[in-house]
Structures are given as structure tokens and as C-alpha cells.
């Protein structure tokens, strides 16, 4: 499995969670295709806990999000969100989340480092992130 990103959606993401002193979080839209999750738009969502340490979306954005995934004719096949304080991987928290959420899961931290996860079986796993080219 693999998740493919244009650059410059990837950047969008790791330029905000650099300038933001809390999480930053949101959706990614696109298809799946097999075992390649294409994203082809990002939807950033407020983080209404404010922290550094953990995030839960605005859950009015968070509709409203998936409302204009769906009137473009895409599906959510990620979340994202930043790690301040510690490196790109899911916490415990996270897992709970991935169970609520099981697409992908991609984090990025302060440094411009990213990873991206799904849950398989009750097991995080991790998968490759592609950048796409067009
Ligand atoms: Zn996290």
C-alpha cells in the first residue's frame, strides 16, 4: 500500500505544522486505486483542542469537509496531523483514533519529517508516501 501526494500539498502540510504552536490537522481527498491511495486535495480543519500535544477536528468543519470531498466526487483517504513534541509516529491516542478512522494516517513533525500509517488488523503498519507527479 502507498500514499501519493503532490509536493506541493506534502508542503502545505509540514509549512503549517513549522509555523503552528499547536497540532495541526485535516483531511485528504482523493481515490483509492487498489493498493495506491491517490490524494488529490487537502482540507485543513481547525484543531479545537489548541494543543501541542494532541488534536481533535472541528466537528462542523469536519462535516463540512466531507460534504465538499463528496461534491467533488472524492472520498477522504487520509487524516493528517502534526507531532510538535515528539516524533512522526501514532500515539496511543492516535490508535484510538485510527480504530474511530481506519484510513490513512499521515504525520508529519516540526523538522519536515513525514510518515503515513493504516491499522491492519488491529496492527499499525506502515506504508510508503509517493510523490505524485501529476
Ligand atoms: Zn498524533
Redesign the pocket.
Known sequence: MQLMIRQNDLNSIIKAAKRNGA?ICGFLFGMREGHTFRVGGVRFVTNRLDSPR??EMEPLEMAEAIGEAERRGLEVVGIF???LK?P????E??LE?MEVWPVV?L?VDGKGRYRAYVLKNGKIEEIKVGIRKF
Request: charged share 30%; proline share 12%.
Open positions: 497540532e494532541e488534536f496531523h502534526s507531532h515528539c512522526p509516529r501514532p500515539s491516542r492516535d483514533g494516517w504525520i
